[in-house]
């Protein structure tokens, strides 16, 4: 298997490993802010890659992905709160957002295109709405405290550090295993044409819904891991409807349907508009706006697809054209 | 529980639900493009509305034509220059677009005019017959909305313009062999589509206090309304604005407003899945 692997993408294993070594060094590198910074990267890594099975695949426009995290999230809380250890309301939080994609799928993905994403987006607003007003269980419009982890600050964003990348990592795992196997290949087909996939003895209904199941899992065990990261969790900040939107833009600003795009969207994503964020205080979701555009007109196939190799031939053939 | 105050509110609100979705649902139907800078044109126009208000002294009835205007031309120049470039890209793409360009938009909106909350105060009394009380300023934004709405309606289905229109919605493929050009269509319905946002921003701007965060307010409402009546046609946005205003209203006596709005999307989803073209809309019919 390995000396069939194409270089490009024993290039890009090797990257990936050096970027895992070099984010859990990131306590010795950098200061709390990094820290910071880096886990929230894991995340957003995590959902990216995780919207990338539905999304980019079998290229479904799933808004839920703000459903499944707020999901978590509040699953994870409301089982740490009630007296599950940490690890523990993780997994719970993990297994119950499976359950729930699992059985939203069957009924949801019978939809296509712009139906789906309306679909979508109403669970993600039905979710919200009733975080707010279930009073008795999640505490309502006033949030819900979670227990802080004893052991002190340095302690706590270390534990979480390595939580988020550890999640990180297995979904790139998953998505590896997605990618080579017979279910990466089924959604490619629905992707392309989803009733000659049928046809063609594909199940496509079975497919769609592992795949938003997968698309599930990891960002529901990342909500809960965010949960007990800031220890306070309110339905507003967990149900972002911001947050569903910009999944997707980083995968398709790495270029969606591809194993590294969203690792590289997410990095560029995350880098930009950290940059914006800081210079440009008052206008950044402006800029975060134009910058969307931009993309949309520029990069169509995300940074992936961008012909690098023949914009560097263009450039030897110009070279080779003035110096003879 | 259920009184003739409470339905009667719900149709108030429908038929303003039904001017504030239409545009929505005309793009929609007739582009296939999921347009999210509708909820910040409506704001927009409010915001124009109280600008023609509180430096002109204008009433916001009489500005209506022009703000309405303005954004037919804003409309128009955005899909014939931007977006007209994307039509072919899958539905996330333009998803993505038209995000990225409210984003901008919003922004906008909160640099010019803060996120203080505003209203156009008119104060016009209220009627009273028997146990029902109206409020007229609020009653003549309703009459006003579905005159609107009912104008589009003989629009479309009785001008040459209109009939191009439905004709691109119908069948693209048979109007281009018809010799409509796509692309004109395209530009001019995303036009009626901001103008109609723009009338309805005003009438709000009379009847609900607003900033720009009520955008995203009532683009949550156009998608439900536009889902629940059927897409890109007049009546489907009325019968889906009635049928939001009534459910809101009533449900919001019985349960409270914010479940209101819970029973509102479940609605949504259930028609979704039920009858996915919508409570006047045709089967295979799209």
């Known amino acids: 298997m390995m000396d069939r692997m194409p270089a490009r993408d024993r290039i890009g294993f090797i990257l990936v490993g050096l970027g895992a070594i070099a984010f859990a060094l990131t306590p010795w590198i950098g200061g709390n802010y990094l820290v ?32 499944f995290f707020g999901l978590g999230a509040y699953a994870g809380a409301i089982a740490q709160t009630r007296g599950l250890a940490m690890p523990g309301a993780w997994l719970f939080a993990a297994v119950f957002t ?47 405290n979670v227990p802080i982890l004893p052991g002190g600050p ?24 997605v990618d080579r196997s017979s279910l990466g290949f089924g959604l490619r087909c629905i992707r392309q044409n989803e009733s000659a996939a049928s046809m063609l003895g594909i199940d496509v209904d079975r497919l769609k819904i592992i795949a938003f199941v997968f698309s599930a899992t990891f960002v529901g065990a990342g909500g809960a891991i965010y949960a007990s990261w800031v220890s306070y969790i309110d339905p507003t900040d967990s149900f972002q409807i911001l947050l569903t939107i910009k999944v997707p833009v980083m995968v398709l600003l790495g270029g969606a349907g591809t194993l590294f795009g969203p690792l590289i969207g997410v990095l560029a994503f995350q880098v930009l508009e950290e940059r914006i964020w800081s210079s440009f205080l008052e206008i950044h979701s402006g800029v975060l706006g134009l910058v969307i555009v931009v993309l949309v007109f520029c990069l169509p196939g995300g940074l992936l697809a961008v012909p690098y190799r023949d914009m560097f031939g263009r450039l030897s053939f110009l070279r080779r054209e003035t110096v003879p | 529980m259920i009184d003739l105050q409470v339905i009667l509110n719900g149709v108030v609100l429908g038929g303003l639900y039904a001017c504030v979705a239409v545009g929505f649902s005309l793009v929609w139907g007739v582009l296939n493009v999921i347009n999210l800078l509708h909820g910040s044109l409506i704001v927009l ?46 539905v996330l793409v333009t998803l993505v677009l038209t995000f990225g360009l409210d984003l901008l938009l919003y922004n906008a909106l909160v640099l010019g005019f803060t996120a203080t909350p505003r209203r156009i105060v008119l104060d016009l ?22 005159a609107l709405t009912g104008l589009l309606y003989c629009l479309l289905r009785g001008s040459r313009l209109g009939r191009a229109i ?20 395209y530009a001019v319905t995303f036009g009626i589509g901001a103008l109609m946002a723009g009338a309805a921003g005003c009438l709000i701007a009379v009847v609900f206090p607003f900033s720009p965060g009520l955008a995203e ?70």
């Open chain 1, 36 to 67: 910071r910074f880096t886990t929230s990267t894991c995340l957003f890594i995590t959902m990216a890659l995780s919207w990338n099975f539905i999304g980019g695949y079998a290229r479904y426009p799933s808004f839920a992905t703000a459903a």
């Open chain 1, 98 to 144: 499976a359950i729930f994609a699992a059985s939203l799928g069957s009924v949801i993905l019978r939809l296509r295109g712009h139906y789906f994403a309306v679909g979508s987006f109403a669970i993600v607003e039905i979710l919200r709405l009733g975080a707010s007003s279930w009073h008795g269980l999640t505490g309502g419009g006033s949030g819900l």
């Open chain 1, 154 to 177: 340095d302690f706590a964003s270390r534990v979480f550090l390595y939580s988020m990348l550890a999640l990180a990592l297995v979904t790139f795992a998953a998505a590896i295993w």
């Open chain 2, 45 to 90: 126009g409010a915001y124009l509305a109280y600008l023609a208000f509180t430096a002109l002294g204008l009433h916001p009835f009489l500005s209506l034509p022009l703000v309405a205007t303005l954004l037919l031309a804003f409309g128009y120049l955005l899909q014939r220059h931007v977006l007209n470039h994307v039509m072919t890209e899958p």
């Open chain 2, 125 to 146: 009394g209220r009627i009273e017959i028997a146990d029902v009380v109206l409020p007229v300023d609020r009653l003549a934004a309703m009459l006003l909305a579905l």
């Open chain 2, 166 to 185: 439905v004709a691109v919605r119908m069948d693209r493929d048979a109007a281009i062999l018809m010799g409509i050009r796509p692309r004109d269509v």
């Open chain 2, 217 to 286: 307010t009532l683009l949550g409402k156009s998608f439900v309304v536009c889902v629940l009546g059927g897409l890109g046609t007049v009546p489907g946005a009325l019968a889906g604005g009635l049928a939001l205003g009534l459910i809101e209203s009533v449900f919001g006596v019985w349960l409270g407003p914010q479940n209101a709005s819970i029973i509102a999307f479940a609605v949504l989803l259930l028609v979704l899945l039920v009858r996915p073209a919508g409570l006047v809309g045709r089967a295979g019919f799209e």
